[in-house]
């Protein structure tokens, strides 16, 4: 697989180490892993850069709208060709990419969620632009881009608000993902826990929701968010 290829998997399952960062408040075990790869694949993909000749479409729009050069577009879409050659992603897809790089757990519900926080015109597929403008958020974009984009994945019925059964479902599915390689290892009531640390952190007005600037104010107040938010911020 080559290099730019492996980097668009690990962008999608990046952000799966990003929420579990943080609502957990600790690195999963793989996270210094998967750092080391993004490492080596960027000195592959460098190598890259220099034989790329296909351009996609609407290369300089996409280059004003994300924080990619277009050297470093073309790299991510050569890559995301190779995986999905039909140039879009559907649900199942996304599923395949995180049963591959979490084999002891069940991602499918994690998948479920994260796909339809990256299908913002919920077509019931993810394009290339869709996935350079969410991996651009998370790896270069502002604290506050960071957070609303993962303000929306937790908010699953998208009503403008998280409350607990939100919650649980997102927590419950990634722990379902990490399966036995959690860390610290789990205890049947761990996810309620950790959805109870989180309301008691963020529902600042105690009315059992969790709003926008709720979520942000409590998670600018976090350094341990702050720095998982940061840990990425120049891979590429």
Not at 196 to 208: A, C, L, S, W, Y
Request: glycine content about 6%.
């Amino acid at each position: 697989m080559s290099g730019c290829s492996k980097r668009c998997k690990l962008g999608f399952v990046k952000f799966a180490q990003t929420v579990f960062k943080l609502i957990t408040g600790t690195l999963s075990k793989d996270i210094a892993w998967w750092y080391y790869q993004y490492q080596r694949d960027k000195i592959e993909d460098e190598l890259e850069m220099t034989m790329v000749c296909h351009r996609p479409e609407g290369l300089e729009q996409l280059e004003a709208q994300t924080n990619f050069t277009k050297r470093e577009l073309q790299v991510l879409y050569r890559g995301f060709k190779n995986e999905c050659p039909s140039g879009v992603v559907n649900e199942e897809t996304f599923k395949q990419i995180y049963a591959q790089f979490f084999p002891h757990g069940d991602a499918s519900m994690y998948a479920h969620y994260l796909f339809h926080a990256f299908d913002i015109t919920q077509t019931g597929s993810v394009k290339f632009e869709d996935f350079v403008t969410a991996l651009s958020i998370l790896l270069r974009g502002t604290v506050h881009e960071k957070l609303r984009w993962t303000f929306n994945l937790y908010d699953i019925n998208k009503d403008g608000y998280i409350n607990k059964e939100e919650m649980m479902d997102i927590v419950k599915a990634i722990y379902d993902m990490m399966g036995k390689y959690t860390y610290p290892v789990l205890k049947e009531d761990t996810p309620r826990q950790h959805v109870d640390v989180f309301f008691q952190k963020m529902d600042k007005n105690k009315d059992g929701i969790v709003t926008l600037d709720e979520f942000l104010e409590s998670c600018q107040e976090d350094d341990n968010i702050m720095r998982s938010l940061q840990l990425f911020q120049n891979v590429m």
